[in-house]
């Protein structure tokens, strides 16, 4: 019984930055990723890490963005800096390409101009 708890959103200004920070319950950070839902398109990969580590992020973001582990609190951060408008959404965290453990709330985030 995995439980992925999102936290961390909130509305910022164009150029802001918001942590957020994906809690697992019950289960290992192992292929833990940040997911989105900007409204009109699917949800889609935000960013991970890929079989040696290395961090995987969706187009646009590299430089801004960052992702974490934190073991003592059990999560999968991510630092997002300079933020844009257009990356308003939902953001989620899964495991695995999303949808191996059931999707939590996600946490919203707002960027205004």
């Known amino acids: 019984q995995v439980q992925l708890v999102e936290s961390g959103g909130g509305l910022v200004q164009a150029g802001g930055s918001l942590r957020l920070s994906c809690e697992v319950s019950?289960?290992?950070?192992?292929?833990i990723g940040w997911y989105r839902q900007i409204p009109g398109r699917s949800r889609e990969l935000v960013a991970r890490?890929?079989?040696?580590?290395?961090?995987i992020f969706v187009e646009d973001v590299r430089g801004r963005f960052a992702i974490f582990k934190d073991n003592i609190k059990n999560s999968v951060d991510l630092q997002m800096d300079n933020l844009k408008p257009a990356e308003s959404g939902l953001h989620s965290c899964?495991?695995?390409?999303?949808?191996?453990?059931?999707w939590g709330r996600g946490t919203q985030v707002t960027v205004s101009s």
């Open positions: 899964n495991r695995d390409s999303g949808g191996f453990y059931p």
């Open positions: 890490w890929g079989i040696l580590g290395d961090p």
């Open positions: 019950g289960g290992s950070l192992d292929g």
